[in-house]
């Protein structure tokens, strides 16, 4: 299979704004788009996830977007706090069996 | 209560030794996978397991064998280690490939 495409791979934003981050897949049947946060030295840890018979999730201050035509879908953190700085990766079930995951995202928050 | 529970979180080992690192989980899931992390945060899926039955072997060398005793569990045998193999492993587990995975704390392997 193909990898999911993530940028950028590094993100600092100032505390309080936003931060969005975006994923790319190839395979057209996929239907399920998850996002996982990861923390120093933790598993990676589900926070958000889409299907695809729905174009926007949202769960207080984190949503995550989903456009099946362009294959692309995007996760937004608003109002960032401190506790927000980790690595988040996007993945899709490729083929409807397996997760893949994203190249990773590092994102600081910024005091 | 932990739900995915992996041993050990560090191993450091020579090259040519034989290890494994066992994984269980408590939420009843059907499906339990082993995922590598190398050095650049890259997650990759390595082995799927359903119900005790592996659905997927991802191009893994043969040195890695897994073996399920029950769904509940899942562990990882490593032959003739390499340094190349030294990574993050992490288990998982979900109800199935369209739910979300809950994955271990990982273990970390240093092969010197």
């Known amino acids: 299979g193909e990898n999911v495409e993530q940028h950028p791979s590094t993100l600092s934003v100032q505390e309080g704004d936003s931060a969005v981050i975006k994923c790319t897949y190839s395979?057209?049947?996929?239907?399920?788009f998850p996002w996982y946060k990861q923390e120093l030295g933790k598993g990676p840890q589900l926070i958000i996830d889409?299907?695809?018979?729905?174009g926007e999730k949202k769960d207080q201050r984190i949503a995550v977007t989903l456009n099946k035509t362009a294959k692309h879908f995007s996760l937004h953190i608003t109002e960032t706090q401190p506790e927000d700085s980790a690595v988040y990766f996007c993945?899709?079930?490729?083929?409807?069996?397996?997760?893949?995951f994203g190249q990773g995202t590092r994102l600081t928050i910024n005091p | 209560d932990t739900a995915v529970s992996q041993t050990p979180k560090y191993l450091v080992t020579q090259m040519g030794n034989d290890k494994s690192i066992k994984c269980e989980q408590n939420?009843?899931?059907?499906?339990m996978y082993w995922y590598k992390q190398d050095s650049k945060k890259f997650l990759k899926i390595m082995f799927s397991?359903?119900?005790?039955?592996?659905?997927i072997n991802e191009t893994v060398p043969n040195r890695f064998s897994p073996k399920s005793p029950d769904k509940a569990h899942l562990n990882l045998h490593i032959n003739s280690l390499e340094l190349g193999d030294s990574a993050v492993y992490f288990c998982?587990?979900?109800?199935?490939?369209?739910?979300?995975?809950?994955f271990g704390s990982g273990t970390r392997l240093t092969v010197v």
């Open positions: 998982a587990s979900s109800p199935g490939p369209n739910y979300g995975y809950t």
């Open positions: 395979d057209s049947a996929s239907n399920y």
């Open positions: 889409i299907r695809s018979n729905v």
């Open positions: 993945a899709e079930n490729q083929g409807a069996q397996k997760l893949v």
């Open positions: 939420l009843g899931h059907d499906t």
């Open positions: 397991y359903n119900n005790k039955e592996l659905i």
